[in-house]
């Protein structure tokens, strides 16, 4: 039997759409993207979850404005520690995955990707620390630099935060409680 699911879609033109797809056993995954009149779809990345049980994609995509490449939230090992959840670029064309971000960390929500300066904005939970939410930035592949950094992490108390953004504004704005919600 060959049942698929989406799990997510996301419009990059009037004629063209990102489509995460699920198999039934949810151990293979699968990113598209459909074109068309006919909606005839490209697989560009393909995740199969092996020994690790299931796959989990089910965010969408978040696509460069030229729908050349996109980034999304995909397991990566690291080393013998396992697999971390990161944010990783994929070139359409090429096929070519390139973590952006490395480390024992999970990255849980990619939240905006400012191509004019090469930025990339997510929130990740800190290793053994699930409820935490930090504010981080990454640079992309355009970047002559490539790093990241928490923007959130420097004081101890803040262990939960939020973004803001919108499609216009340069600034993010990072929303961060006065108590600790998680004791």
């Not at 995954?29 to 393909?46: F, L």
Request: some cysteine; glycine content about 6%; overall charge negative.
């Amino acid at each position: 039997c060959r049942d698929y699911y989406f799990t997510a879609v996301t419009w990059l033109t009037g004629h063209q759409v990102g489509v995460v797809w699920m198999n039934r056993r949810q151990n293979v995954s699968t990113i598209s993207i459909c074109r068309g009149t006919a909606w005839t779809c490209e697989d560009t990345y393909t995740e199969r979850s092996g020994e690790r049980g299931w796959v989990e994609v089910y965010q969408p995509p978040l696509f460069s404005s030229d729908g050349s490449s996109y980034l999304v939230r995909l397991p990566v090992l690291d080393g013998n520690n396992g697999f971390y959840k990161h944010v990783v670029h994929v070139n359409v064309a090429t096929k070519q995955v390139t973590p952006l971000t490395h480390g024992k960390f999970e990255v849980t929500e990619i939240l905006k990707w400012d191509e004019e300066r090469n930025l990339v904005y997510f929130l990740a939970a800190p290793e053994n620390k699930s409820g935490e939410r930090h504010l981080c930035r990454a640079r992309d592949l355009n970047s002559t630099l490539r790093f990241w950094d928490c923007l959130t992490c420097p004081q101890e108390q803040m262990t939960h935060a939020a973004l803001v953004v919108s499609e216009t504004t340069t600034h993010p704005t990072a929303t961060i409680p006065t108590s600790q919600i998680y004791g």
